[in-house]
């Protein structure tokens, strides 16, 4: 089963240009600077104590993982709208793709060790296995994210040698003239890429929905049994359970969004200028931005730590404005 994917040197109008460009790099930029600040924060962290918590190791992989994708993100958009020629050429065309599927890799297994880590720590089973994994996970977790990156380099070997598509490149004639231009074929194999897809993404996704699904479990069934023993007051307590449930429906919700949008980019299902492919684009430049404000918003102190560089940037804002 083969899908094909035309690419014209006039594909996209310069308005639909303009206007992809403007919104993927702003979510671009929104990642970069939210991740940037979490890599700020466990690094000045780390040279403080010189020690750095199992979740900000976690977090520091997960961002910088996600700053390297999203400034790869804005380095595709500028070579395939500005160089178009160049970026066809199978051998840059290759290396984008699977540099990008590498990346995309890393994220997805960072983000499933972190939602691991967050439903051994947080959830109430009373297993041995359980048991031992919640005493264990801290000192497995660094060799667990090194060997991710080592998985996720070897998963995305075959999108760098690109056995999923054929590139054909033919010239057409130009109607009202004896000049001809480029077309630029690209012809994908969808049943190889989806098992290519899957070889990547399987273990991380289904870890990630099993263990973000049965920390919402764990933390209803706790929520449920603080509201039957309530006595009429607000409970802090049952407020931050009830905020984390909500946060992890989010980061499963996101998660799976950018999975399935990530494979039908990667498939040329849709046309290169059509609203489903800008859409699959938006969504996967989105998920880490969104996915890392949560986290700033759900973590403490990566909360404290914002609040604090809102206090000193708004009184530098209002001196810069009072002497304008």
């Known amino acids: 089963m083969t899908e094909t994917c035309n690419l014209t040197e006039n594909e996209f109008s310069p308005f639909l240009l303009i206007l992809t460009c403007i919104i993927i790099g702003s979510e671009c930029t929104i ?24 979740s900000g190791k976690i977090l520091l992989f997960l961002s910088v993982s996600r700053i390297a994708l999203q400034s790869f993100i804005i380095l595709e958009i500028i070579f395939s709208s500005t160089l178009p020629y160049f970026y066809n050429e199978e051998i840059v065309y290759d290396t984008f793709k699977g540099s990008f599927m590498f990346l995309n890799y890393c994220g997805l297994w960072f983000a499933a060790w972190l ?45 760098f040698k690109n056995v999923y598509t054929v590139h054909c490149n033919n010239y057409v004639p130009v109607p009202s003239s004896n000049s001809t231009k480029k077309k630029v074929s690209t012809e994908t194999n969808v049943t190889n890429l989806a098992v290519l897809f899957q070889i990547g993404i399987f273990i991380p996704l289904i870890m990630f929905i099993l ?114």
């Not at 947080?122 to 998985?151: E, H, N, Q, T």
């Open 115 to 159: 939602s691991v880590f967050y439903f051994v720590k947080i959830a109430d089973f009373s297993y041995p296995l359980f048991l031992k994994l919640k005493w264990r996970i801290s000192g497995w977790m660094p060799w667990l994210l090194w060997l991710s990156v080592f998985i996720s380099l070897g998963t995305c070997v075959f999108f």
């Open 31 to 54: 990642g970069i600077i939210t991740n940037g600040f979490i890599v700020a924060i466990n690094t000045a962290e780390w040279m403080q104590t010189k020690a750095v918590s199992t």
């Open 211 to 324: 263990t973000a699904t049965l920390l919402i479990v764990s933390l209803r069934r706790h929520t449920r049994h603080m509201s039957s023993n309530a006595t009429g007051y607000r409970d802090p307590s049952m407020e931050a359970h009830l905020g984390a449930i909500k946060a992890t429906s989010y980061f499963l919700i996101l998660y799976i969004f950018n999975s399935v949008a990530l494979f039908l980019y990667m498939s040329n299902i849709f046309d290169i200028s059509s609203f489903w492919s800008i859409l699959c684009k938006a969504i996967m430049a989105a998920y880490p931005a969104g996915h890392s404000i949560l986290l700033i918003r759900d973590n403490p102190g990566l909360r404290r730590a914002w609040k604090r560089l809102q206090a000193r940037v708004h009184p530098y804002r209002v001196d810069s404005m009072t002497h304008m």
